[in-house]
């Protein structure tokens, strides 16, 4: 943990830092960062996968229009592939600090790792579901993910990725077995590695 924060009297820029697509076998990892306005509330924000579509839909939008900044980076399927990827996270989540308009005096992470960042910062267990400007990230993630996986479902068709984002379904795994592994696979993915190998 780096530096203190006091959640009541801290009047610090504070940025929430969160990723959405560790556990796919296809697309990039992608992280927002987050500065709420304190004076601009937004209702309903929570952990982006108890969220329903509809919900994160309008959420996102409303995240966008009302917070002070906000920014989305990614690692792609070939960095996560080099660097593995809880390392590949990490370096989505720094490049999604490094990108926000305003600096932030302060970042809180969720998880138990920190990325790179030039301020203090703390990783917080959980935070998506206690700290409203990481679960503002996460939803900002989770939507800019998943229409890019709609993309994908329109460049690569057949896998199903609007259905399943690239997470290892059986419709995914049966398309990778009839189709072969595409550009945007994870080769350093069970499934995918085994694919290849055959």
Sequence with gaps: MQGEFNFVTDKRLIAGVDEVGR?????????AAVILDPKNPIDGLADSKKLSK????????????KALAWSIARAEATEIDELNILQASLV???????????????VLVDGNKLPEI???????????????????ASI????????????MDIEYPGYGFSK???YPTKIHL???????????HRRSFGPVRRQLER
């Design 92 to 106: 989505a989540m720094s490049r999604a600090v490094a990108a926000l308009p305003i600096s932030p005096e302060h």
């Design 140 to 151: 900002i993630a989770k939507v800019a993910r998943d229409r890019e996986m709609d993309e």
């Design 118 to 136: 030039n301020c203090s910062a703390e990783a917080i267990i959980k935070g998506d579901e206690k700290i409203p400007a990481i679960s503002a």
């Design 54 to 65: 509809k919900q994160r839909e309008k959420l996102y939008d409303e995240i966008k229009s």
């Design 164 to 166: 399943h984002s690239g």
């Design 23 to 31: 556990g796919p076998l296809a697309g990039p990892v992608v992280a």
């Design 174 to 184: 049966q398309a990778l077995q009839e189709l072969g592994v595409t550009p945007i």
